[in-house]
């Protein structure tokens, strides 16, 4: 019996431990983010940096980008059309298409990609620089890593995912499209047409901020866990895993609160 209370007892200890450095680093993100937002009044002097971080999160990840929006139209049209053509309206596959990918889709597989290649790739760069002790050189030379490191990863990450989400779109909508038209016998133009009227504008802003926000989030939970790294390179991995596992709920959560805000219940 008194075992089994010492085990209660140390499972309580244990989740308000995790509780507690939960909040803990929620409230250090928070404060990392609004330290970059002070610092990017001086985003002219890194704008070279800044252009290489979206060089990065745009240019590099495109080839990648490219194949799973192509897929990713295809599958949804396959999975759509199959299920509209029992009901005989495989010819509005376009404008269901369309919208799910504006809405959500395109925003939610940007996020993914950019916290797979971009997130890992800050967390570990932050990290090694962190554990390595550079961050400490520069707080020595009384220069700010969130300035120097921090704000042009946000700023990058922000201005790209809106960026990648579209690309997304237009590449999942052109795979789609060819997935009608040689699967379901939609002709091309039939399936354009109807695209087009499920491209709404309210879905087009509504889809443009998620993306906005997944960029936020994913740059600076990423940049929270590099400079939150410890414990040499065994740190730095625990850090890289634990800032891809944060960002993808984020996105996950963040993306549902956006959609209940926008289209639910009035």
């Known amino acids: 019996m008194g075992k089994r209370i010492q085990s209660i007892e140390k499972w309580f200890s244990n989740l308000g431990r995790g509780f507690i450095a939960g909040v803990d680093f929620a409230g250090f993100t928070a404060l990392t983010f609004l330290s970059a937002l002070y610092y990017m009044k001086n ?68 996020g993914i990609i950019l916290i797979a290649s971009m997130g890992a790739s800050m967390a570990a760069e932050i990290g090694t620089m962190k554990v390595s002790e550079e961050i400490d050189a520069l707080e020595l030379m009384s220069i700010s890593p969130v300035k120097f490191l921090v704000m042009p990863r946000v700023i990058a990450m922000m201005l790209m995912t809106p960026i990648v989400s579209v690309y997304i779109i237009t590449i999942g909508s052109i795979g789609a499209a060819v997935v009608a038209n040689t699967q379901l016998d939609v002709p091309y133009n039939i399936y354009y047409f109807n695209a087009m009227q499920g491209l709404h504008l309210k879905a087009i802003y509504v889809g443009s901020f998620k993306a906005f926000i997944f960029g936020l989030l994913i740059s600076s939970i990423s940049c929270a866990y590099g400079l939150k790294a410890s414990n040499g390179a065994l740190g730095v991995g625990k850090g890289t895993r634990d800032s891809v596992v944060a960002s993808f709920v984020m996105v996950l959560v963040s993306g549902y609160i956006i959609t209940s805000i926008f289209y639910g219940r009035k």
């Open 43 to 110: 985003s002219w002097s890194k704008r070279h940096d800044i252009l290489f971080q979206m060089y990065n999160a745009g240019v590099k990840t495109f080839p990648v980008v490219s194949i799973v929006a192509l897929f990713t139209g295809m599958v949804l049209s396959i999975q759509l059309g199959v299920e509209m053509r029992v009901f005989q309206q495989q010819n509005l596959v376009g404008h269901a298409i369309m919208s799910v990918l504006t809405r959500e889709m395109g925003p939610f597989m940007a």
